[in-house]
């Protein structure tokens, strides 16, 4: 499974998440632009000492990322989109190991035409007086969610 931000704005969240691929042997996508500069200096807090270990790539834009996924079919498959703007409960989702997993921006998820290119959206239940969690925290709940349907984490021992 991969684990693909679009336009991330915060580098504390994507640096967290990139500590998270490194943990998990999950591969990530950065669509840029983000909003701030993304160099190892921004990310190393949050990162810590295992950005060496965390597969990633870099895409300038959506429909570069679109195109990359399409040259390559065995890496990427469905993409699963996590929005406030889904009815389908992401644990009634049934994941399958290629899956990407498409987390927003933190400061205005994504637009409609991303909406409209996905597989499949899926959210979050919580509090309706709550208005989102931190993007960092969601897709560790989704991500470990997908590994544990799909037998997806890394073995013990290895």
């Given at each position: 499974?991969?684990?693909?931000?679009?336009?991330?704005?915060?580098?504390?969240?994507?640096g967290?998440?990139?500590?998270?691929?490194a943990?998990?042997?999950?591969?990530l996508d950065?669509?840029e632009p983000?909003?701030?500069v993304?160099?190892?200096?921004?990310?190393k807090?949050s990162?810590?000492d295992?950005?060496?270990?965390?597969?990633y790539?870099?895409?300038?834009?959506?429909y570069?990322?679109?195109?990359y996924r399409?040259e390559?079919?065995?890496?990427?498959g469905?993409?699963?989109?996590?929005?406030?703007?889904?009815?389908?409960?992401?644990?009634?989702?049934?994941?399958?190991?290629?899956?990407?997993?498409?987390?927003?921006r933190?400061?205005?998820?994504?637009?409609?035409?991303?909406?409209?290119?996905v597989?499949?959206r899926?959210?979050?239940?919580?509090n309706e007086?709550a208005?989102?969690?931190?993007?960092?925290?969601?897709?560790?709940?989704?991500?470990?969610?997908c590994?544990r349907?799909?037998?997806?984490?890394?073995?013990?021992?290895k």
């Amino acid at each position: 499974m991969r684990l693909a931000l679009f336009q991330p704005d915060i580098p504390q969240n994507t640096g967290t998440l990139l500590r998270l691929g490194a943990c998990l042997d999950v591969e990530l996508d950065i669509i840029e632009p983000c909003g701030f500069v993304f160099s190892e200096h921004t990310l190393k807090r949050s990162g810590m000492d295992y950005l060496h270990l965390v597969k990633y790539r870099r895409h300038n834009s959506w429909y570069d990322f679109l195109k990359y996924r399409k040259e390559h079919p065995e890496e990427y498959g469905r993409i699963v989109l996590l929005t406030t703007h889904a009815t389908e409960p992401y644990y009634n989702f049934e994941f399958k190991p290629n899956d990407i997993i498409l987390m927003g921006r933190e400061s205005a998820g994504v637009p409609q035409e991303v909406h409209e290119t996905v597989d499949a959206r899926l959210l979050i239940p919580m509090n309706e007086n709550a208005r989102s969690i931190n993007v960092a925290v969601s897709a560790v709940m989704v991500v470990g969610e997908c590994l544990r349907q799909t037998n997806g984490f890394p073995k013990i021992g290895k």
